[in-house]
């Protein structure tokens, strides 16, 4: 099979191991208006992803990362960390459903890096979980070695709860980070976004579209956009087809308004810059 290299203009490489979830949160971005949760998928076997996923010839700063719904669900996740190249990094989304997961199972270099923030990322979802049995949970993962620290999405309902935990873990040396809400709530929009329209789940309009990720879905399928993953809309290929290589290039696509807002998000990209978002879209009256 091809090797399969990361254009430099690439930010983030997610590797959506399954959609499944130990936990029910009422405002999972993965059912951002989605079938993601409830669409059946095969799911690829973690020989499969190893073999799929050592063809990536990527930069030192730029992991992969594996995510979900909850990832260490997968039957093989050790075994999908254990043999991958060691040229590649590995970053974990997860909400540290068992930290016995990785403890004696992973050596906790594995999931280190050269960074300003922790390889395991832990979500901390207030209305699912026990702040301490968290706290426990994480400190013995940093006793253990790991690069480790939570995440708190300051959803409106939920706001006061997370500033509160901010404050207890870091008095604890827990490194603890808030990340704004995206989405709708009450009616409202939150987030900055820089293509107006996009998330607004109204009109559908074609543009063309260009993406600085690589998406692969649960059983292989490679997409143009987390929306698309998330949506099960037609792929752009597949990890394990041997001739797949990344086309860095504006594709037709007909779903803008139905977009999802981590890709249309206003962020700082790798280079400190404001105002980038994960795709670039241009209208059918500009030129491409
Ligand atoms: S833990 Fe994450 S993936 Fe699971 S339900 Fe909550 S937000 Fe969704
Ligand atoms: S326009 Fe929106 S839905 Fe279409 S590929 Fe881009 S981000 Fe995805």
Redesign the pocket.
């Known amino acids: 099979m091809k090797s399969i290299i990361i254009p430099e203009s690439y930010n983030y490489i997610a590797v959506f191991l399954t959609f499944s979830c130990n936990l029910r949160c009422s405002f999972c971005i993965n059912d951002f208006g989605s079938v993601a949760r409830t669409t059946k998928r095969r799911l690829l076997s973690g020989k499969e992803w190893v073999e799929g996923l050592n063809r990536i010839v990527s930069r030192p700063d730029l992991p992969i990362t594996l995510q979900g719904g909850e990832p260490t669900l997968h039957k093989d996740f050790v075994y999908i960390i254990n043999n991958i190249k060691p040229e590649l990094n590995i970053d974990v989304l997860t909400n540290l459903r068992d930290e016995k997961i990785f403890i004696g199972n992973i050596d906790p270099r594995r999931l280190k890096r050269d960074a300003p923030y922790a390889s395991i990322r832990v979500s901390y979802h207030p209305e699912q979980m026990s702040l301490n049995e968290l706290i426990r949970k994480v400190l013995k993962m940093q006793n253990n070695g790991f690069s480790v620290g939570i995440w708190g999405i300051m959803h409106p309902k939920q706001e006061i709860e997370i500033l509160k935990a901010e404050k207890y873990c870091k008095s604890l040396g827990i490194d603890f980070r808030t990340k704004e809400f995206l989405g709708t709530h009450k009616g409202k929009i939150y987030g900055q976004y820089r293509y107006p329209g996009?998330i607004s789940k109204r009109d559908k309009k074609s543009?063309f579209?260009k993406?600085t990720e690589l998406i692969i879905g649960p059983n292989g399928d490679i997409y143009?956009?987390?929306?698309?993953v998330y949506e099960k809309?037609k792929s752009i290929g597949h990890i394990l087809d041997p001739d797949f290589q990344i086309e860095d290039k504006f594709?037709l696509?007909?779903?803008?308004g139905?977009?999802?807002p981590c890709?249309?998000k206003v962020k700082t990209n790798r280079f400190q810059q404001f105002g980038h978002s994960?795709?670039e879209?241009k209208f059918q009256d500009q030129e491409v």
Request: charged content about 25%.
């Open positions: 996009a543009v579209c993406t143009r956009c987390t929306a698309d809309r594709r696509c007909e779903w803008f139905h977009c999802n890709d249309i994960s795709v879209i």
